[in-house]
């Protein structure tokens, strides 16, 4: 998978944003959920207004992996006051790193965390958090792989269901 490429995603790219958050989204959560919570979770977190939003926001980007111009994953970042909790300015939030089920074990969302490090590093903080569903071990497994380590746990609303995030941290030797 040498030929991944990793590139910022802007305004113009809103459709390409919103048709690979639904269906790694999806792919990620529909087995373990309602598919009444997946539709209204679906419509409103990745509604055109609410990426215009996000996209717009300097304290937050957007990153596609693609394979010979085709979007297999993205990752989405946010900085200072736009993070979800905390908003620690020195620290950076992966608030996703999602990858189409097709190329799951082939080191796409590694390049992605890869990615989250570098831009962490470049803009010194002092460490990177994330939130992660409780109920995702294999997110969980790689978080850890890569040194994070649980500090607190958050509640995440799926619709009308409420989840529990379990909350890590990695502190960066800048």
């Known amino acids: 998978m040498t ?3 990793i590139k910022k995603v802007a305004l113009n790219d809103i459709d390409q944003l919103q048709k690979i958050g639904r269906q790694t989204f999806f792919e990620t959560f529909s087995a373990g959920n309602s598919e009444e919570n997946m539709t209204k979770y679906l419509d409103e977190g990745f509604s055109a ?3 215009t939003t996000e996209l717009s926001d300097n304290n937050a980007e957007f990153y596609f992996a693609t394979l010979n111009d085709s979007v297999i994953g993205y990752l ?3 900085f200072g006051h736009s993070q979800t909790e905390l908003q620690d300015d020195k620290a950076l939030e992966i608030e996703r790193i ?5 190329f799951h074990g082939k080191s796409v969302g590694q390049i992605l965390y890869d990615k989250a ?7 010194n903080a002092d460490y990177v958090w994330l939130g992660v569903w409780e ?3 294999r997110a969980i497994n790689f978080y850890k792989k890569n040194g994070f380590v649980e500090f607190d746990k958050h509640i995440f609303n799926l619709g009308n269901d409420e989840q529990t995030d ?3 941290k990695l502190k960066l030797n800048n």
């Open 76 to 78: 989405k970042l946010n």
């Open 3 to 5: 030929d991944i490429v």
């Open 135 to 137: 109920e995702n071990p």
């Open 166 to 168: 379990i909350m890590m």
């Open 117 to 123: 490090i570098h831009i962490a590093r470049q803009k």
């Open 98 to 102: 999602y990858v189409l089920k097709d």
């Open 49 to 51: 207004e609410k990426l």
